[in-house]
């Protein structure tokens, strides 16, 4: 191998990857399976911050801005096209009603062209959507603009995230987990101010500048590599040979470069067998592949632990929005006011990143118990909310600080529970289904949204046993169904999950995995000696 200091200088040191990883194409032996494309570590580096920033800009700043535009300019546009609030609603409506629809396409479509790809052209979506909406002449066309930036959110919310995740080091993930939950609450909060500032003018001004942040992050995801463990399950090695050598050029990191040699030969091993062609694989996209994509994280060795994760994020999704609901009740006055309330409740869910983010990487609790202790304490400040809160009298003084601490408590858990269930479903499912997952399970989860509003026609008594059996049934499952995934290398296949997996894999040509159960050396040794090429591809 080279020393260190010969690799000095990107396009050199590219030059003597892609030198050797050609001069071993003609090799081929046997060698275990290892997901060392995800597991690799660096140093974090210029681009590695590069794609941090863009990435929690798309799915922290830009998500919170098209989400919750509407709920701020209603009365403004209810004005400007002669309608009334509820008229406005439904244009809200129709835009969630998309992001559920759209989200198992938009995650299959990820998994199979790309997390960047999928990613930039979202963005773009989603900024030319809101300046439609801007300049809109009649009210359908700013229903038809907000129903299509539901599509837009739905391929950011998935590709945005999973990009980010399998962009940063094993030993950073939890971090850049907690920061794109945390650009999401400072979203809100200069939302607000930003409404405070521009809805006195006009609610088009606004509508502008909720373009701005996706322009931005995709300028500076030009020069940001594509996801590698993507690019290595896909079997395309030079691509994921040259993303690596590129972040480990920007992180001045010359011991991972020598490291990335021997790690890229030993993956070239597996990929290289089939002798496949790379640009064959670039180029074949459909929409049957995109399509079967959609059943994919449903396969029976996926299946329960897909239902189970399903389950976990309906239940945050419900149990978040009941809240909002109930701390409308217990507390009116000046929270009422909307910009007030959301800048109060995205400042309440800044510790719940900070305690998330410090509890999911301790030993003694990980992802698994993480989860299962701020849906308990969720549960838990239900019950307690239920107890103090007496609808028929004036609350004390004494009794208001309590149920005031009980909604924070209530709110910092659920968003813990929210961020958690935010990492632990991409760290289970494996790269081949990852961004479709993420996608079943918020189509999941938003749907089961839609009858929130519905139990808060329930009284109060019934709607927080609801809340709290809910929240009681996700830690179970938590705790039962679901795997600690702290310290675990990222799944690169579905083969992983069972028990005769394979020590020989190998990308088909439609860059799917495939394995030769236990397959012996004499058949390799045929394989070595035979010269036709026939033969060579039915062994």
Known sequence: FPRPTQLRGQKKTLKVVLFILEMNRGRHQKVQYDPIISEFEMK???????????????????????????????QSVASTFQKTESDVSTAASLMFLCFGLFSPLMGSWCDESGRKTVAIKSALLGALCCLIEALSLNFWMYCLARA???????????????????????????????????????????LAILAWLLLPYSWRYLSFASAIPSLFAVLLLRHVPESCPWLAQKGRMHETATGLTKLAQAANDHEALVRLVAVLLK???????LKQNVDDIHYMRSIKKILRGLIAPLRPSLMTKTLALSFCWSAACIVYYCLNYAATEIMPGPLSDPLLATVVLAFVECPA????????????????????????????????????????????????????????????????????VWIITPETLPTQVRSAG???????????????????????????????????????????????????????????????????????GDGNINAV???????????????????KQQL
Do not use: K
């Open 438 to 508: 993420l996608g079943f399970c918020n189509f999941v989860s938003r749907t089961a949204a839609i009858f929130v509003p519905y139990l808060a026609l329930l009284p109060p008594l019934l709607e927080n046993i609801v809340a709290a059996s809910i929240a009681s049934l996700a830690v179970v499952l938590t705790l039962v169904v679901l795997e600690e995934t702290r310290d675990r290398p990222l799944q690169d296949t579905m083969l992983e999950d069972l028990p005769q997996a394979s020590s020989f894999v190998f990308p088909d």
């Open 267 to 273: 993956a070239e091993e597996q990929s290289s067998i």
């Open 44 to 74: 974090v580096g210029s681009l590695h911050w590069q794609g941090f920033i863009a990435l929690a800009v798309l799915c922290g700043v830009s998500q919170s801005w098209w989400l919750l535009l509407p709920s701020l300019s209603s």
């Open 517 to 535: 159960p236990e397959a012996s050396t004499v058949v390799f040794n045929e394989f070595e000696s035979s010269d036709n090429l026939g033969q």
């Open 148 to 190: 299509v930036l539901g599509v837009a959110i739905s391929g950011n919310s998935q590709a945005s995230l999973t990009y980010m995740l399998e962009l940063a080091p094993p030993s950073r993930r939890a971090l850049v987990n907690a920061w794109a939950q945390v650009a999401f609450s400072v979203g809100s909060v200069s």
């Open 353 to 420: 990143y900070v305690i998330q983010r410090w509890l999911v990487d301790r030993p003694w609790s990980g992802r698994r118990g993480s989860q299962a202790f701020f849906f308990f304490v969720s549960a838990a400040s239900h019950i307690c909310l239920q107890l103090f809160n007496d609808p028929n009298s004036v609350p004390s003084p004494q009794r208001l600080i309590g149920l005031l601490f009980l909604v924070i408590t209530a709110r910092i858990a659920i968003c813990g529970a929210f961020a958690t």
